[in-house]
């Protein structure tokens, strides 16, 4: 198991992962996507993805990697291991697709896979996931504060089969455009 990096000094697990039925994947991906960044559009698809026997791999990946992961973090104040819990998993496949700043409470930790990326559409921003960090910043910036900008946030391109593993709590985005789309599947995990 790769370690995790500590940022700001936030875990956060960076790793690639592709499947031999991605493909498979991918269809059931795309079929319970939600287009746009409507919240209406995933609530129709609730518990399809997660149910659907073509992601079987991947959600069962997901499950060893987050109790692995979190598990190793947590070793010297556990006294028991915790049963890991999977409370939401969606995807999105979209060629327009901005998920402004958020992050996801009443959850523990959050995880992005990146199921195709298209990466042949790459261009600054596009296609990365930004994540921020937790501790406050100030209310003024200028180029006299530009290094701030690496400390304060983390830019990931994720590529086919590349994933993160971050706190529930850690604000991200996300931008995409392009001319094909782009598919993630992403799922949100307590601990009982």
């Given at each position: 198991?790769?370690d995790?990096?500590?940022?700001?000094?936030?875990p956060?697990?960076r790793?690639?992962?592709v499947?031999?039925?991605?493909?498979?994947?991918?269809?059931?991906?795309?079929?319970?996507?939600?287009?746009?960044?409507?919240?209406?559009?995933l609530?129709?698809?609730?518990?399809?993805?997660?149910n659907?026997?073509?992601?079987?791999?991947?959600?069962?990946?997901?499950l060893?990697?987050?109790?692995e992961?979190?598990?190793k973090?947590?070793?010297?104040?556990?006294?028991k291991?915790?049963?890991?819990m999977?409370?939401?998993?969606?995807?999105?496949?979209?060629?327009?697709?901005?998920?402004?700043?958020?992050?996801?409470?009443?959850?523990?930790?959050?995880?992005?896979?990146?199921?195709?990326?298209?990466?042949?559409e790459?261009?600054?921003?596009n296609?990365?996931?930004?994540?921020?960090s937790?501790?406050?910043?100030?209310?003024?910036?200028?180029?006299?504060?530009?290094?701030?900008?690496?400390?304060f946030?983390?830019?990931?391109?994720?590529?086919?089969?590349?994933f993160?593993?971050?706190?529930?709590?850690?604000?991200?985005?996300?931008i995409?455009?392009?001319?094909?789309?782009?598919?993630?599947?992403?799922a949100?995990?307590?601990?009982?």
């Amino acid at each position: 198991m790769k370690d995790f990096d500590l940022i700001w000094p936030t875990p956060i697990q960076r790793g690639n992962q592709v499947f031999d039925n991605q493909e498979k994947i991918l269809e059931a991906s795309v079929e319970y996507s939600g287009q746009i960044n409507d919240d209406q559009s995933l609530e129709s698809n609730k518990g399809k993805l997660i149910n659907d026997p073509r992601i079987k791999t991947v959600k069962q990946w997901m499950l060893d990697t987050v109790t692995e992961g979190v598990s190793k973090l947590n070793e010297q104040f556990w006294t028991k291991p915790c049963a890991t819990m999977i409370n939401e998993m969606w995807s999105w496949s979209s060629t327009e697709y901005f998920n402004p700043l958020h992050s996801h409470p009443n959850n523990s930790w959050s995880m992005i896979y990146c199921v195709d990326s298209n990466t042949n559409e790459e261009d600054g921003s596009n296609g990365t996931t930004m994540i921020y960090s937790p501790l406050p910043w100030g209310q003024y910036a200028d180029p006299g504060l530009a290094f701030m900008e690496r400390t304060f946030m983390q830019w990931h391109r994720l590529n086919t089969g590349d994933f993160l593993l971050f706190p529930s709590f850690i604000r991200h985005t996300a931008i995409y455009s392009g001319r094909s789309p782009r598919t993630i599947i992403a799922a949100n995990f307590s601990f009982r």
